[in-house]
Nanobody
Framework: QLKLVESGGGLVQPGGSLRLSCKAS????????IGWFRQAPGKGAEGISC????????NYKSSVQGRFTISRDNFQNTVDLQMNNLKSEDTAIYYC??????????????????WGQGTQVIVSS
């Protein structure tokens, strides 16, 4: 089981920005396509973004397309999610984890579990 740690969440006003970070201390994230997921209060978890092993391919859920950007640094062993123009509906606990993939050059928004504790994002005025 992967040991991942998410950080960077907080309280932000609508229209604001946050940068989430996913770090691993005991495994090489560079061996996995990684995704970001979120679970809003009273709702099920959803995959919102993913990045392929080499970082050349990304996917986004339509609700965050154009506002969120996923990136990875395999030397630092991190995967970040830059979130801009945040909306109240982005309020959720955010998690990172490995995702299903067909090759090293692709990723999907289907997770494989092994999430960390998550980081909470609250978008409110």
């Amino acid at each position: 089981q992967l040991k991942l740690v998410e950080s960077g969440g907080g309280l932000v006003q609508p229209g604001g920005s946050l940068r989430l970070s996913c770090k691993a201390s005991e495994i090489n994230l560079g061996n996995f396509a990684i995704g970001w997921f979120r679970q809003a209060p009273g709702k099920g978890a959803e995959g919102i973004s993913c990045i392929s092993i080499y970082g050349g391919n990304t996917n986004y859920k339509s609700s965050v397309q154009g506002r969120f950007t996923i990136s990875r640094d395999n030397f630092q062993n991190t995967v970040d999610l830059q979130m801009n123009n945040l909306k109240s509906e982005d309020t959720a606990i955010y998690y990172c984890g490995p995702v299903k993939t067909e090759s090293s050059y692709s990723c999907t928004l289907s997770g494989l579990g092994s999430w960390g504790q998550g980081t909470q994002v609250i978008v409110s005025s």
